[in-house]
């Protein structure tokens, strides 16, 4: 049986839940959001990544229904929700602070927003209990927030949000209080209930690593703009600039002027020794100023120069040890730094390479993306 990818977004019949069209937010003459327009499908996991102060979370809050846009429009299910309070809106927020009530007890807390819409005894009940062993709570219902471990908190937290079952979850940062490990664990935790009740989650995050692991889509912003929305696998082999390059993972970047020396081959002179050669689809002028963005894994290191179009030497300026993987500051003789990546394969391994040694650092055509910006 072949798997459907799930990609509405590919999908021009497919209507989105959520779309934005030429939204600007305004405080004062301060621009928070800048003509900004995107799509957001049902049951995606979508993620707004981006710097401090670069507009999500302002993104969120008009979601939400706590600003209005300044110009623009912004609809839910067809439906214009500008204007309409939080409260009468198909969607639910879950707070960085979790905001538990400490006097209640973790089945209180969970009902709470049920009981305030008046939802019947034996449906709150049900709703509860479906909501603990959603999130894997049954045994703590009575326990009170402080009485629970932080991850536990967490999903409390998460538990009352999709209580009443909102077609929208937005999560504001909603791992930032957990500790590395957990936060690993808590993501995945998150991925499986958004799967298992189907709901909309949209979650800010200035964590790359993050949005990369839960999301469908991610949408990189910068200065109320959105610079790239792709999947992660495209945002981090494909990026569209410079920007989205630096900001997803580590990258090296080679910049200067480009010549045609084939079909979709050019060279680029970045001021080493000779030129490399990066293979590109897309259509530069001779002498146009590009950007070869590199991954560091995508880079070889060798004792010897090794065959291939791409063979640039220098001298081991640095080490990082990471424990799985060793990460080498490569210095060329240019004064530029080039990173290159290799697997700790063995137990105890033995560098090949320490610092001050000469080495050559080399890579495919392929492997990396030319930019024009």
Request: charged content about 25%; overall charge neutral.
């Amino acid at each position: 049986m072949v798997e459907t990818v799930f990609a509405p977004w590919d999908d021009p019949n497919t209507a989105p839940l959520i779309s934005f069209k030429n939204v600007t937010k305004r405080f004062g003459d301060f621009v928070a959001i800048d003509d900004l327009s995107l799509d957001i499908f049902e049951r995606e996991f979508f993620a707004l990544l981006g710097p401090s102060g670069c507009g999500k979370t302002t993104m969120m809050r008009m979601l939400a229904g706590f600003e209005n846009p300044t110009s623009g429009s912004m609809s839910l299910s067809g439906r214009d929700i500008a204007g309409i309070p939080p409260n009468k809106r198909a969607v639910n927020m879950m707070f960085q602070s979790y905001a538990l009530f400490p006097h209640l007890s973790v089945w209180e807390n969970i009902a709470f927003g049920l009981r305030r819409d008046g939802v019947a005894k034996d449906v709150l009940n049900a709703r509860v209990e479906e909501m603990l062993k959603l999130t894997r709570l049954e045994k703590f219902g009575r326990r009170k927030p402080h009485q629970i471990s932080g991850g536990q908190r967490q999903r409390v937290a998460l538990a009352r949000s999709l209580a009443k079952a909102p077609k929208l979850l937005l999560l504001d940062e909603p791992l930032g209080a957990l500790d590395k490990k957990l936060r690993q664990d808590t993501q995945f935790e998150l991925m499986d209930i958004q799967e298992q009740t189907g709901t909309t989650f949209v979650i800010v995050t200035h964590d790359q690593e993050e949005a990369m692991t839960v999301a469908s889509r991610v949408a990189v912003m910068d200065e109320g703009r959105i610079i790239q929305v792709a999947t992660p696998e495209k945002i981090y082999e494909a990026p569209n600039s410079v920007y989205v390059a630096d900001f997803i993972g580590d990258v090296n970047i080679l910049t200067g002027p480009v010549k045609a020396i084939g079909a979709d081959t050019y060279s680029l002179n970045f001021g080493g020794k000779e030129p490399v050669t990066a293979a590109c689809d897309r259509t530069f002028t001779e002498g146009e100023t590009t950007h070869l963005a590199i991954r560091p894994e995508k880079i070889g290191i060798h004792a010897e120069r090794p065959d291939g179009p791409n063979a640039v030497q220098g001298k081991v300026l640095d080490i990082a040890y990471l424990g799985n993987l060793s990460t080498y500051h490569v210095q060329l003789p240019s004064g530029q730094i080039i990173k290159a990546q290799t697997a700790n394969t063995r137990r105890i391994s033995r560098r090949a390479f320490t610092w001050e040694d000469p080495v050559w650092v080399s890579w495919s055509a392929t492997a990396g993306v030319l930019l024009d910006q």
